[in-house]
């Protein structure tokens, strides 16, 4: 058995020299990332030379924002989201045959959770490359954390549908993950329509369910709440507009 002294790098010595794939988490729109994104992760955005983002737009303004006496242009990126083709990742297949850490972003919160950025993680492993998930916020996690709902049994459901037949197939779907699993229902919408969709809860929901209206996680104007439709009707109507915000469904 080996005894490490103290300092002494507990890692395998050959992952010390791997090239390596660093995926840090973005903001979810505040523009002090020090505040919420861990010191390792900035550094690793820091020395990495190149980029894997969802968009160019939010990569750059974390990078002058983190980094305000850097060009935020010096980094070559490789654009990776929900428009990518299978053909165009034939491209960045050959990043990770290059001798170069890689950093990858999203748009908000966590790479590789509910955004197309595991199809990066999955070459970086079929290329042997070492993969370093770096702490930071993820809107799904703080919004379960403070919802007072089931933690351990969840199921996130990304955008809903705004199909008629397919939005009503979903909202079955959740109601039976919610009385036969016991399972938090998470999903959002585009800020535009928080209003109505807050107003389709109360309507669909039984008075005795949970609603959490989660807003602004990370940001100055912050609020999460959570409530049964019973009360929710009672209460003043939030104001969820053009917000940033999660809806979770509990028992």
Known sequence: MVH???????????????KTLHLIPNTLGCRLPHEVISARAVNALEVCSRLIVESDRSARRLLKD???DENPNSKPSFLLNEHTRPEDLVDLLQWFKDDADIALLSDAGAPGVADPGAAAVRMAHNAGWRVIPHVGPSSILLAIMASGMNGQNFAFKGYLPRDNQRRDKLWKEMNEG?????????????????????AECLKRLNSDQQLCVAVDITLEGEWIQSKTIEDWKKYPKPQLNKRPCLFLLGN
């Open 66 to 68: 983190a980094f305000p």
């Open 178 to 198: 919610l009385q036969k699993r016991k399972e938090t229902q998470i999903f959002m919408e585009p800020p535009y329509r928080n209003d109505a969709t807050f």
């Open 4 to 18: 490490l002294k103290r300092g002494d790098d507990p890692r395998p010595q050959e992952t010390n020299s791997m």
